[in-house]
Nanobody, 125 residues
């Protein structure tokens, strides 16, 4: 059973940076898609960044140029570097994973099978 554990959420001021981590366990070598989603209170969950087993990335327009997804395959950790944070980035951030090739919509939550519990990011103005 694949397990995902996020960490790194915090409260920061606008313009600041944070790095989130998603540690995966419970599987041997496999071709994974990993993604970060976020859900502000009272709003729908949004896919913001994904990375596949070859390192190809996708970003939502809302974070493009400010957030960077990366992964350390040896440590089975996926990172989300978040720069130039704004109050509208405040949300619960979750990572997700699926063992698959060629996802049609890598930022769609319906594509993913495994989910972490989430880590809160709060950005104050």
């Amino acid at each position: 059973q694949v397990q995902l554990v996020e960490s790194g959420g915090d409260s920061v001021q606008a313009g600041g940076s944070l790095r989130l981590s998603c540690a995966a366990s419970g599987y041997t070598d496999a071709y994974f898609y990993m993604a970060w989603f976020r859900q502000p209170t009272g709003k729908e969950r949004e896919g913001i960044a994904s990375i596949d087993g070859d390192g190809t990335t996708n970003y939502a327009d809302s974070v493009k140029g400010r957030f960077t997804i990366s992964q350390d395959n040896a440590k089975k950790i996926t990172y989300l570097q978040m720069d130039s944070l704004q109050p509208e980035d405040t949300a619960m951030y979750s990572c997700a994973a699926v063992i698959a090739y060629g996802l049609r919509s890598p930022l769609s939550q319906s594509e993913y099978k495994y989910w972490g519990q989430g880590t809160q990011v709060t950005v104050s103005s």
